[in-house]
């Protein structure tokens, strides 16, 4: 399938504009589970000022979508009808701050963040170590892994609206909740202040070691995957739940549910993001048969569902 070319049209609009437009450009390269038809167009901003520049020219009708390293999200086959904005790296810095504090771009990836944290002997971030992703989504949805959450060392977050205005929010601002923050939808968050505290260098990067272990030894992290697929639903494990509904290994076309994790989807290589949304779909049916429960899912799926 092929969108129709508003490339010239934004150029047009934006002479000043830094940043790198494509039109109609693949998103399968975008995603880890390696789907989805084209974006009608790709936009890479420069830095957060280029952003904002382009979001106060862009029409307010045209979607937008925000991809980071696109773990956690499936496009669907029929591409995305709009604009998709890749933080690349323009967001991905990162330093060092008084106060046992650490600043970081939106892009930056979660693991690169704890190694900084850890090296300055900050404690309290290495939870970020297990989070497959960057700043930006652990943000949008309260990103944790291994005993941590972003709530616990977040000061404040910054990011542009729609209309390119910057904001800033406050940890409590935020309202974050379990795998979730109430930040409105159509801010694109840009950079993070986090605080951490005392530890040794040593003893904090043991400890991602151990995560980075843990990791291997229980999750397909070598596949095509886009991590937890199912939100734990309260007082219950969503890969128990899974389970106990005889879903581990099940397949349709070149999608599985994964026989080491069952709560992880794997692309085996040419499953398309149909393939993948159609599995997940059969396992909710099956848990909420087997238990009553209706799983969530974690994993963001986004565009036309067909080419």
Known sequence: MMFSDIVPDLKARMPELRGKLEPNAPTAPLSWFRTGGPAQVLFTPADADDLAYFLQRLDRSVPVLVVGLGSNLLIRDGGFEGVVIRLGKGFAEMSVEPNLRVRAGAGAPDVKVARAAAEAGIAGLSFLRGIPGTIGGALRMNGGAYGGETKDVLVEARGVTRTGEAVTFTNVQMGFTYRHSSVPDDVIFTEALFEGRPGNPEEILAEMNAITEARSSTQPVNTRTGG??????????????????????????????????CNFLINHGSASAADIEGLGEEVRR????????????????????SA
């Open 286 to 305: 099956r848990v909420r048969e087997m238990s009553g429960v209706e799983l969530e899912w974690e994993i963001k799926r986004v565009g036309l569902p």
């Open 228 to 261: 937890s697929t199912f939100k734990n639903p309260p007082g219950r494990k969503a890969w128990e739940l899974v389970d106990a509904a005889g879903c581990r290994g099940l397949r349709v076309g070149d999608a599985q549910v994964s026989e080491m994790h």
